[in-house]
């Protein structure tokens, strides 16, 4: 049976199963205790009298499991101090073989892309925010409400997304959804229904996203990314193509920017096909050695979707996203929203629109874009004194970097960092592959691409940014 203890104010949860009976069990289960550090050296045990009344033994079981264990040297009894768990010499870091890592333990830190760093959310602006949208709104905002999101959010959005990205849209066109990924199925299947069959994606990207266009039915085709980003020229090959998922501002994960040459010609590209562009402008407002690139959406808004998220700005525990879109798609994209898709609660929307509203939004991005501005300086300072042989790319903008190794060593940089506690992830899982390819297989295209880290140094929180920095150079490999 397992039981529990909450005797002295303190709980302890007891696993009293196995052989040799119940006074067996409870030593095992206190040792078991001692041993993993859930009791700590000098804590004091409850009385074998208050003890047994708490897992309704017998007052002699528990006085009998407190002897073998002083015995043991795991406790000790003195009189009038109770008993208390005995201190024992620790031993030192490396007396004991470190076993491998295991596959399914969690990293001690995670460095990932994906998140931002989430110790770092503005709790109380956000409460204080959310106590006053929910003070000020009306009864009709605790209802089921507009599949497209509330009206005060998408008001909100349209005056900060002009004002801040360049966006081009007014709230009728503004979508709220609950991620991006919904926002990106949603959209899948509004193409498709309209006779679209394939959709350009960039080389490199998140897989799930090219898994969300497949299940809307629609088939990708790669572009070539380099050093000015995605060759959108490609997209007049592909005579079937009429949409293109891209990243312009900050290209995922690579890091490049979409030259300007590009940038207008995927959008004469649309304008003259009638394609549409699905932009993922994912971390825009975090640009740090110049003003931030704008929306590629301001130069055709009747051609290009803008997908918008707080996941990255804020926390992906909100579940929010938006996209601005053209006219001619609002009622098609709001029929399949409505249909049975999950909507977002109003409350998180209601304390959002009061966040951007109050200047309390711009005032966090702002601190955190420094923040991570001299995360950065500190990544690349560090490479520059103790690993000059590798370079971070694509830092002009984001939450990570893309850490260039030597020819043929991107795998065992991810084991060493494993053993360091570190999960990285190597830029050869962001390459396209073909549908129904296992992830860790051989890529498809670039064939001859890069040995690289992408490493979300945005990641972990502030405290745990010095010791995550040190455990990475230790995994780096040294220079051919």
Known sequence: MAESWATFGRDLHLDLTGPGGVRAALTRALRDAVRTGRLAPGTRLPSSRSLAADLALARNTVADAYGDLVAEGWLTA?????????????????AVRAAP??????????????TADVSAFPRAAWLAAGRRAISAAPNDAFGYGDPCGHPALRAALADYLAR???????????????????????????????????????????????????????????????????????????????????????????????????RAAVVDWASRTGAVIMEDDYDGEFRYDRQPVGALQGLDPEHVVYFGTASKSLAPALRLAWMALPAHLVDEVAEVKGAGEWGTGALEQLTLAEFIASGAYDRHVRAMRLRYRRRRDRLVTALADHAPHIRATGIAAGLHAVLELPPGTEKSAI??????????????????????????????????????????????????????????????????
């Open 164 to 262: 801040a990205r360049g966006v081009r849209t007014d709230p009728a066109r503004i979508v709220v959804c609950a991620g991006f990924m919904q926002g990106l199925a949603v959209l899948g299947r509004v193409l498709r229904a309209r006779g679209v069959r394939e959709a350009g994606v960039e080389s490199y990207g998140l897989w799930l996203h090219r898994d969300t266009l497949r299940r809307a039915g629609l088939r990708t085709v790669p572009l070539t990314v380099d050093e000015h980003g995605a060759r959108t020229e490609e997209l007049a090959a592909h005579k079937g193509v009429r949409a293109a998922l891209l990243t312009p501002a900050h290209q995922y994960p690579t890091g490049v920017s979409l030259h300007p040459d590009r």
């Open 101 to 114: 890592p295991d596959r399914d333990r969690r990293p001690a830190y995670d460095l990932r892309v994906g």
């Open 415 to 480: 084991q060493a960092a494993a053993w360091q506690g570190l999960a990285v992830e190597g830029l050869d899982r962001f390459r396209y592959r073909p549908p129904h390819t296992p992830p860790h297989t051989p890529p498809s295209a670039p064939a001859d691409g890069p040995d690289a880290l992408v490493v979300a140094y945005g990641t972990p929180s502030e405290h745990a940014f010095p010791g995550v920095l040190e455990a990475l150079l230790r995994s780096l490999p040294g220079p051919v």
């Open 78 to 94: 003195r009189q009038g101090s109770g008993t208390r768990v005995a201190h024992r010499t620790v031993p030192r870091p490396g």
